[in-house]
């Protein structure tokens, strides 16, 4: 059973003051922390993931609402994953976790990656799983999607994916949805920054870094490259797998990270 947190922080980005920023969150269980950064799908993607990894590690897992997601509100200033870091940093901060541990999916990915480049003190290792956010020459990131392509880029089997009919949601959820969109867009733009790739090697903790095979947003040797860049990461293929395993293989992803986790 997950526990809502709010709260409420103070952070800049650089010069730019982002005055107060009003998390959203959820957590459950106890034990070492565990921070999961969800990608555009929202929160919703990947809390029965952290219900399974809560269970099956005895860690305190906790899962954030990107500010901007889930019809939540976002500072003016803030729009651009170098900025959602420092608010992370912030948020570690608040909440006072020691050695966490960030996980993070697609835009969740590179948002941790940030955090890692920033260098938090409270940070004791992360993973990236499909992560965006580096630039691979002849390996472009699919961006600009509609809905049903995004499925047919997204899963290993597309028909197990949730279907979801935009002429039959109710029009409170189909604005959060559209607000998601608008929110990912502003962050992500091509979904990549050609400056990380060569700042991944700035990072001094432990990485693991997770791809599904069959990942057609951001394909394998994507991800290899991603991992390459990072000093001393270790690179793992998820089989039967496409761009979202806390989705369509959750099991798969759990035996991935349980020995991660519980380093």
């Known amino acids: 059973m997950s526990n809502p947190i709010s709260l409420t922080i103070g952070t800049s980005f650089g010069d730019v003051p982002l005055s107060a920023v009003l998390f959203n969150a959820d957590e459950r269980g106890t034990g070492r922390p565990v921070v999961i950064l969800h990608g555009g799908a929202g929160p919703a993607s990947v809390t029965g993931f952290a219900d399974l990894l809560a269970d099956a590690t005895g860690t305190r897992v906790i899962v954030p609402t990107h500010p901007g997601f889930g019809g939540t509100s976002r500072p003016e200033a803030l729009t651009t994953v170098v900025g959602l870091a420092e608010v992370y940093a912030g948020l570690l901060d608040a909440l006072g976790l020691e050695d966490a541990t960030v996980i993070g999916n697609s835009i969740g990915g590179w948002i941790t990656a940030e955090l890692a480049v920033r260098g938090s003190q409270r940070l004791g290792r992360i993973a990236l799983v ?51 969109r608008a929110t990912l867009a502003l962050y992500g733009g091509s979904m990549s920054d050609a400056t990380l790739l060569g700042r991944l090697a700035g990072i001094a903790v432990p990485a693991l870094v997770l791809w599904g095979e069959a990942d057609r947003i951001a394909d394998v040797d994507y991800g290899r490259a991603f991992a390459a860049a990072i000093p001393g990461a270790r690179f793992d293929v998820l089989p039967q797998t496409g761009h979202v395993p806390q989705m369509e293989t959750p099991d798969v992803l759990l035996e991935a990270l349980r020995a991660f986790v519980g380093e």
Request: charged share 10%.
């Open 130 to 180: 499909d992560s965006v956010g580096i630039e691979v020459a002849g390996h472009p990131v699919a961006s600009g999607l509609t809905p049903a392509q995004l499925t047919q880029h997204a899963w290993y089997d597309p028909s197990k994916a949730p279907s979801v009919d935009p002429a039959t949601l109710p029009p409170a959820v189909a604005e959060v949805l559209a607000g998601n």
